[in-house]
């Protein structure tokens, strides 16, 4: 099972910039793939970015490409989202989440993923 755990949410100035980092428990092994998602207050769970572990492809959404950028540490068995150029709509509570599969490619839509990790708020404001 693929345990995730989730760190680096806080208060950020409009420009600034934070990393998410993302746990996990099982990091070798089967192809797999790591997800950040978001939910702002009275929206619905938004895809941010995704990498799958066998190649390291990526995927981003509109909304975040060219601030935002997701990578692997394999020593730390760690998932990161450096997130740049943050905009107030960036606010929001941000989840890591994870699914076991041989695609290797990887989707941002929430129904892939079978293991989340609890949320952390990121609010971008002046």
């Known amino acids: 099972q693929l345990q995730l755990a989730v760190t680096g949410g806080g208060l950020v100035h409009p420009g600034g910039s934070l990393r998410l980092s993302c746990a996990t428990s099982m990091f070798t092994g089967p192809n797999y793939i790591i997800g950040w998602f978001r939910q702002a207050a009275g929206s619905e769970r938004e895809g941010v970015s995704c990498?799958?572990?066998?190649?390291?492809?990526?995927n981003y959404a509109d909304s975040v490409k060219g601030r935002f950028t997701i990578s692997r540490d394999n020593a730390k068995k760690t998932v990161y989202l450096q997130m740049n150029s943050l905009k107030p709509e960036d606010t929001a509570v941000y989840f890591c989440?994870?699914?076991?599969?041989?695609?290797?490619?990887?989707?941002?839509?929430?129904?892939?993923?079978?293991?989340w990790g609890q949320g952390t708020q990121v609010t971008v404001s002046s």
């Open positions: 990498i799958v572990s066998s190649n390291n492809q990526t």
């Open positions: 989440a994870g699914y076991v599969d041989h695609d290797t490619r990887c989707n941002l839509g929430a129904g892939w993923y079978s293991y």
